[in-house]
């Protein structure tokens, strides 16, 4: 088995995976090597639907509703972008006196 090399692995995950490997009682390197297992072998959540559909007989003939909703920004949210667009228009802001 060749090795695999993390890079830029965060220190509280680090610890996080050293804790959890001596609660389980086991090396740094099983806990990770079972815990990748596992995630490799979990069934893809996507593909287990498509297996359930076909064997109930497909999805082909299930009608696709037409969208009659017009998507919308919320009021606040559009408010907020206004006020930072009008913000940019003016330019830099003076310094704040103390």
């Known amino acids: 088995m060749s090795p695999i090399i993390v890079r830029g692995l965060d220190e509280h995950v680090k610890q996080q995976l050293s804790a959890q490997a001596k609660e389980h009682g086991r090396s ?3 806990e990770v090597r079972d815990i990748l297992t596992k995630a490799a072998r979990r069934p893809h959540i996507g593909m287990a639907l498509l297996s359930v559909a076909r ?3 497909g999805v082909d003939e299930l009608p696709i ?3 009659d909703d017009v ?3 919320s009021n606040s949210w559009a408010r907020g972008m206004r006020t930072r ?3 940019f ?3 830099p802001r003076p ?3 103390p």
């Open 28 to 30: 740094m390197e099983a």
């Open 65 to 67: 509703p037409t969208r």
């Open 85 to 87: 667009e009008a913000s």
């Open 89 to 91: 228009d003016r330019g």
């Open 95 to 97: 310094p704040r006196a």
């Open 71 to 73: 998507a919308s920004a």
């Open 55 to 57: 064997d109930v007989g």
